[in-house]
DNA sequence: TTATAAACGAGACGGTACGTCCTGTCTTTTA
DNA sequence: TAAAAGACAGGACGTACCGTCTCGTTTATAA
């Protein structure tokens, strides 16, 4: 995605010079790396431009904004959804939560989310992004887990799927952002057994 | 607090002209004024002088940078701890987490949070500060709930408070984190009582 | 003239699509537009191009810098050496002085010799165009009508042409030189009145 | 002179850390040489402030542009107006007229001047400054020269003195102005000689 | 009472980064 | 093969704050 200029159709193509491929992916790489070196804070298109070895006209003129760099950065550089699917569904879940939550309080991913919640009323735009290209697809794949864990008959029919996803990810990360320090697997561990079982036996009504 | 000459014992005074008391308060009420307006990252110092109508320096004797400003301000400025307790622990439960969460996900005190957790690695001493001085009160208030119910035998004695809490503030947190959006009061009743369930029954096993 | 790729023969035609004589015009009316309003300084290809409806390559590719196209511009656009000689060899002498003088200090030509001036020691190649093709024949019709002057005995024979042309010259865009005002008509008047006198009685000897 | 904040009465100092004299001198100096070194166009703030070992604001905060920081500098690091008043007053005033047009065409106030004329409409201020400060004193002490001579009977006393002084420093500075090279002392002379000529026998009438 | 010490405002300092504009060049499609 | 369109590396622009400093002034305590 080309945020100023969105790339046209495939068929009638740009007119002029066409962006460099490379540069994008250089300024891209460098905005991950420093951001897990500095900290959004102290991110500056400056650095971001220098490290990529580019001019920084050359980063103004596709990102308007060092927000829209960074959540565009960490999307393009997400590691990609998880879908090693075995048959035990509470093993599934586990990993993936671990997984998510890791990434997502990491040094680039989180700081990302944390600067974008931080003035998230100006950035509605940037927030649903965020929403839909990287949470989205990664909670679907966990939504898929308990789904079938409740075709299964593992799980009671009557559980409240997103709620439980909420807690399952809410705990740890508001550790993390309570503490500052990353989650240990155990306590991830801890959390998504007992709301396992919660599951299992039936109170998260809908 | 003053963090840089701390306050003397108040028998032996320090020589020269005291400091300004009607300047501090004038900067820490400017400062939490500008968090809500302009955020975090837009908020400067030059702006918090400007607005408490005080010269830069005065600022910077006090406070050495934006974040401890900031961490010391909405600390000071937080509303107090509730302990309004009633004989209804579940009610209790439900009140002060959804004041809790409204307050960290409020403008000053959330965009704080943010953005001390952004460089959480450089500021270890801030973050104990914020976890000492604004989270463990307001965590021992609820932990006090909940081991009022359980001393009644309105829960399992073995459940475990810390994960219970995790979870219950966790969840709404998430959402707020995750979508911008502050918590409505229906999701924030539904964990409460969905965790509640799990408490009373049994399986949030220590 | 075509300073980059000069006109080929006629009879040969250059291969591929032939230059666009129109855009050539464009861009020196453009040019010379500008250097009215802006000013030397603040004349930019950009500005040039953009208004002679004109890609920015097109203007490189036939000057190859800001001040070739100025001082190309200022030469073609200006007004012809007039050349209306009638018996009154003074008051030819104040009517050619007048115009080259008022030529000389408006707006797009005084400006493109006071720039090219200013950097004189770098581009001596337009320094001698400039002389060559527009101060020179403005010169030579300038001391013909002293030469015929001293041809019908007005003039002392002795008179060193190029010197009182200097002076006659000198004298008013001194002027405007140290002043910024254009030169007004009385002091032109009484410029050309005393060099006159003087080359009558004979003191400027050679 | 300070051009943004002029100096106050030095009885009532003006508020705050005073101005760095140093900065201010390096500053001038550094304009100067660069003026001399790669001309008016080429200059650039930030290289002054570079080599003045100084911070770009700094000179910001004393000259808002490029060309009132070059007029500055050009007027007050001119050589002192000359005095030596010998009792031949034709010498003196070829010394005078040589000192004058050498120091008017020599790289920096040349160019300064030359800069200034070619956007004298946009900056009547910097161009009276100059005039003021700069050409008036040389101008009167031109002037007295020549009064002089009237009085001691070497000149006619009906002769203009103003105009004779457009001529004798005007001829030599449109030399310069329309070729670019320096002015020879032999053009200077003949210039001299032959102005005092025509204002010894009288012809320049007032 | 009078030093003395430290705060105060004002504002300059060396710096860094901002976001923009223009430079001159290069690449691509269109004519 | 030129023209338009537009991206490229690069450099300077003028501005905003940073955190520090030097002032002249004010205000308390200590001598």
Same mark, same amino acid.
Request: net charge neutral; hydrophobic share 50%; charged share 25%.
């Given at each position: 995605m080309t945020p100023i200029l969105p790339e046209a159709v495939p068929v009638a193509r740009r007119r002029g010079r066409p962006r460099d491929a490379q540069a994008e992916q250089a300024i891209l790489t460098a905005t991950v790396d420093l951001l897990g070196e500095v900290g959004f804070a102290t991110l500056s298109i400056e650095a971001v431009a220098a490290r990529a070895g580019v001019a920084r006209p050359t980063v103004y003129r596709r990102w308007p904004s060092k927000l829209e760099l960074v959540i565009d950065a960490v999307i393009r550089m997400a590691p990609p959804v998880s879908s /090693?699917?075995?048959?035990d569904p509470r093993a599934d879940l586990l990993h993936l939560v671990s997984r998510l939550v890791a990434d997502m309080t990491s040094a680039p991913v989180g700081r990302a989310i944390l600067a974008l919640t931080g003035e998230a009323d100006k950035h509605a735009d940037l927030a649903r992004r965020l929403a839909d290209d990287y949470l989205a697809p990664r909670r679907a794949a966990l939504a898929e887990v308990l789904r079938r864990a409740v075709g299964s008959g593992e799980?009671?029919? /009557?559980?409240?799927i997103d709620l439980m996803l909420d807690l399952v990810l809410g705990a740890p990360t508001y550790r993390w952002l309570t503490t500052g320090r990353p989650v240990d697997s155990r306590s991830a561990r801890a959390v998504v057994e007992a709301v396992w079982e919660m599951a299992r036996v039936g109170p998260i009504a809908r």
């Amino acid at each position: 995605m080309t945020p100023i200029l969105p790339e046209a159709v495939p068929v009638a193509r740009r007119r002029g010079r066409p962006r460099d491929a490379q540069a994008e992916q250089a300024i891209l790489t460098a905005t991950v790396d420093l951001l897990g070196e500095v900290g959004f804070a102290t991110l500056s298109i400056e650095a971001v431009a220098a490290r990529a070895g580019v001019a920084r006209p050359t980063v103004y003129r596709r990102w308007p904004s060092k927000l829209e760099l960074v959540i565009d950065a960490v999307i393009r550089m997400a590691p990609p959804v998880s879908s /090693d699917i075995t048959d035990d569904p509470r093993a599934d879940l586990l990993h993936l939560v671990s997984r998510l939550v890791a990434d997502m309080t990491s040094a680039p991913v989180g700081r990302a989310i944390l600067a974008l919640t931080g003035e998230a009323d100006k950035h509605a735009d940037l927030a649903r992004r965020l929403a839909d290209d990287y949470l989205a697809p990664r909670r679907a794949a966990l939504a898929e887990v308990l789904r079938r864990a409740v075709g299964s008959g593992e799980l009671n029919p /009557d559980v409240d799927i997103d709620l439980m996803l909420d807690l399952v990810l809410g705990a740890p990360t508001y550790r993390w952002l309570t503490t500052g320090r990353p989650v240990d697997s155990r306590s991830a561990r801890a959390v998504v057994e007992a709301v396992w079982e919660m599951a299992r036996v039936g109170p998260i009504a809908r």
